[in-house]
């Protein structure tokens, strides 16, 4: 009897001793290693295009930010966020628990990116000069990158980058290279012509695309309110119909890669292909980068016999059209003492 009890005994203390030796092997699993607390130092992670929640927790416990890819998955799939943690460089601590690693990662302010506005109208050298400004990336390297047309991967139809960068925000992770953000601009320069069905749209109205884009940079360039724009590329469309040259003023500071609002008759003498007061037509490319509306201009333009338009009062982007010539002396001379020229 008690030798069958001692056995029993036995048994039970094995029993026992399995189930203690099972939890130790299952803990991993039902309670994963874990950090406590906010963590310390600083460390930088990086979550690429399109990573799991798995393979963004392998990231973070192989830089030393959580203690377990389990742990961070299991916090991530508890909160619903598994499938909603963006791509990026982010500002990480090490030793943080998964909770934490997790509110820091959907928290904003620890993406490392920079925002750099591009806005319309700005010629290529201006352009390139925002660029390095908002990115810190050198003028140079952009520069370099601008003139290598063939891996711009431009539209067919560009003859350089000039008009085709297209002006909105963008970001900017650290490891962006010059190639890669003009890249992403003539990308969404190619979106906006798809969405504006730009190639048909110009072959509608008997333009190439490159003459279509030209057109809305003059539009975008000679500036005054959206409403406007319409109205200006029906002037141009008007002239160009008539074969009077377009004599305008953008193209011709263009040309002489100046801004200003006053522009002499000697400045409209000057030799150059954009130089619209000698050349008829077109120039031969684009002298700004237009944005949506300037291209939707080009493509739809007013209707209308305008034949000219002043802009008679720049600070209030006042403009004024016209299809008779006293009317555009008129206006001219409002410009001119707006000035003070006269």
């Not at 742990?71 to 460089?89: C, D, M, N, Q």
């Not at 928290?107 to 010629?123: C, D, F, H, K």
């Not at 004599?247 to 954009?274: G, H, N």
Request: with cysteine; hydrophobic share 40%.
């Amino acid at each position: 009897m008690s030798g069958r009890l001692t056995w029993l005994l036995a048994c039970g203390a094995g029993v026992a001793l399995l189930g203690a030796g099972g939890y130790v092997m299952a803990r991993p699993y039902l309670a994963p290693a874990d950090f406590e607390g906010p963590g310390t130092g600083a460390v930088t992670v990086r979550i690429t295009q399109g990573a799991s929640a798995g393979e963004i927790a392998a990231t973070l416990a192989a830089a030393g930010v959580v203690a377990s890819a389990r742990s961070f998955v299991t916090v991530a799939e508890e909160r619903e966020k598994a499938g909603s943690l963006l791509p990026g460089h982010y500002r990480m601590r090490k030793g943080m628990s998964a909770a934490s690693a997790l509110d820091l990662l959907t928290t904003p302010q620890a993406r490392m990116v920079r925002r750099v506005v591009v806005p319309e109208g700005l010629r290529l050298p201006e352009l390139l000069d925002r660029l390095a400004e908002g990115t810190g990336m050198r003028r140079a390297d952009l520069a370099e990158a601008a003139r290598d047309v063939r891996a711009l991967d431009l539209p067919g139809y560009a003859g350089g980058p000039e008009g085709f960068l297209f002006p909105a925000t963008y970001e900017v992770e650290p490891d962006t290279t010059p190639a890669e953000l003009l890249g992403a601009m003539v990308e969404r320069f190619k979106d906006a012509a798809a969405e504006l069905d730009l190639e048909r749209r110009a072959a509608d109205r008997d333009l190439t695309p490159l003459e279509a884009v030209t057109v809305a940079s003059i539009v975008q360039a000679e500036g005054g309110r959206y409403s406007d724009y319409p109205k200006i590329a029906r002037v141009i469309y008007n002239r160009i119909k008539a074969g009077t040259p377009l004599q305008l003023d953008t193209t011709v500071l263009y040309a002489q890669r100046r801004r200003s609002l006053m522009v002499s008759e000697k400045d409209t003498t000057v030799r150059s292909p954009y130089n619209t007061y000698l050349r008829p037509g077109l120039p031969p490319g684009p002298v700004a980068s237009p944005g949506e509306r300037a291209l939707r201009a080009a493509l739809r333009p007013g209707q209308g016999r305008w034949f000219w338009f002043v802009t008679t009062d720049p600070a209030h982007r006042i403009t004024k059209f016209t299809d008779k010539e006293s009317e555009f002396v008129r206006y001219r001379e409002q410009l001119n003492r707006y000035l003070g020229t006269h």
